[in-house]
C-alpha cells in the first residue's frame, strides 16, 4: 500500500527498539500516516528492514544506532534525526530487553540492565527531545508500559521499570502540557514477538503451545500482535489526541487495572 502525504504538516517520529517487534511495527505504522520516522536501535544496520519497508512504500525514514541508556549517544542520535531528518516532536519510548528471575537469582546486573534500558533511557530520550517539542509548541511522547506494571513472578525488574514508566509518564505529562506536549503509556498484555518467544523458550515451551495457552487466558482468545499496540501509539502520536495526556491505556484483548 503507497504511503499517502497526511494533509497535516509532516511530523518526525523517533521510535527506539525499531530494529524488530512491537517498535518496527509502530515505526511502519507512524510512516504510514505520513510522519518521518528515525528507526532507532542498537545496531544501526538491525533498522534496515525497517527502513527498507517504510522507503518502499513510499515514506521517509532513517537508521540510527545507539543505546537509548547511555547519555553521550542519546545525545548524539537526537542531534543527528534533528539534522537529517527534521525536529523529533513524536517520541516513542518502546526499547526494551528481559532478565526474568526470582528475587533470589536476580544480579544486580540483571536489575540495573532493565532499569537502564527502560526507565533510564525513557528519560534521557525524553530530555533530549522535548527541547525541539517545546520550541515547535507540540509534542507526543509515548512510553511502553507493560502488564507487568501490575506485579509478574520473576520480573521484578522489569515490573519495577514499567510501572516506573506510569510515574514518568504522568509526571511528564503534568511539566509539559502548557508547551502543548502530551504523554502518555501503551501498557500491552501478552503480544508476540520475540521477546515473548524467547520467554517461552526459557519455560521450555514451544512459542505456539506458549501463545495458546496465553490466549486462553485473554477475554478476546487470541494474543496480541504488534500492530495491536502500533494503533494505539499511532492514536496517542496523533494530533487529534491533543486533550488526552497522562493515560496508561492496556492493550491486552481484556480489561487489566
Ligand atoms: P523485542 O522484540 O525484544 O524488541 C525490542 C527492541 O529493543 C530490540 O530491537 C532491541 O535491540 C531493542 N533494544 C534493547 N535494548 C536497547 C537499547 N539499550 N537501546 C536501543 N534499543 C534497544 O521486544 P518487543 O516485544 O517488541 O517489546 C517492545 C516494548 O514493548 C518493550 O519496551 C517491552 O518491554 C514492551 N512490552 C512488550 C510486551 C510483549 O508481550 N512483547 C508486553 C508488554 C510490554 P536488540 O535486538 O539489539 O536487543
Redesign the pocket.
Known amino acids: 500500500m503507497a504511503i499517502e502525504q497526511s494533509a497535516t504538516e509532516e511530523r518526525v517520529a523517533i521510535v527506539?527498539?525499531?530494529?524488530?517487534?512491537?517498535?518496527?511495527a509502530t515505526a511502519i505504522r507512524l510512516a504510514a500516516e505520513g510522519r518521518a520516522v528515525a528507526v532507532?536501535?542498537?545496531?544501526e544496520a538491525?533498522c534496515k528492514d525497517t527502513v527498507e519497508k517504510i522507503t518502499a512504500a513510499g515514506g521517509r525514514a532513517l537508521a540510527v544506532g545507539?543505546?537509548?541508556?547511555?547519555e553521550e549517544q542519546v545525545t548524539a542520535a537526537v542531534a543527528r534525526i534533528a539534522e537529517e531528518l527534521g525536529a523529533p516532536t513524536i517520541l516513542v519510548n518502546?526499547?526494551?530487553?528481559?532478565r526474568d528471575n526470582l528475587i533470589f537469582k536476580m544480579s544486580v546486573s540483571d536489575w540495573d540492565t532493565v532499569l537502564?534500558?527502560?526507565l533510564r533511557?525513557a528519560f534521557l530520550m525524553s530530555r533530549a527531545v522535548q527541547k525541539h517539542m517545546v520550541d515547535a509548541k507540540f509534542g507526543r511522547i509515548v512510553n511502553?508500559?507493560?502488564?507487568?506494571a501490575l506485579g509478574n513472578r520473576g520480573q521484578a525488574n522489569?515490573a519495577a521499570a514499567?510501572a516506573g514508566m506510569q510515574g514518568l509518564t504522568k509526571t511528564l505529562a503534568i511539566e509539559l502540557g502548557k508547551f502543548g506536549v502530551t504523554v502518555n503509556a501503551v501498557?500491552?498484555?501478552?503480544?508476540?514477538?520475540?521477546?515473548?518467544a524467547?520467554t517461552a523458550a526459557r519455560v521450555g515451551m514451544g512459542f505456539e503451545d506458549f501463545k495458546a495457552a496465553a490466549a486462553t487466558q485473554i477475554p478476546v482468545a487470541r494474543v496480541?500482535l504488534?500492530e495491536d499496540?502500533g494503533n494505539a501509539i499511532a492514536f496517542f502520536s496523533g494530533d487529534a489526541a491533543g486533550f488526552v495526556s497522562g493515560q496508561v491505556l492496556y492493550v491486552a484483548g481484556g480489561p487489566l487495572d
Not at 40 to 43: G, H, N, S, V, Y
Not at 66 to 70: P, Y
Not at 144 to 148: G, I, N, W
Open positions: 527506539t527498539g525499531a530494529a524488530r517487534g512491537i517498535g518496527a532507532l536501535d542498537l545496531d538491525a545507539a543505546d537509548v541508556s547511555d518502546n526499547a526494551g530487553v528481559l537502564n534500558v527502560h533511557g511502553l508500559s507493560s502488564s507487568s522489569y514499567k501498557a500491552p498484555g501478552f503480544i508476540a514477538t520475540d521477546m515473548t524467547a496480541g504488534p499496540v
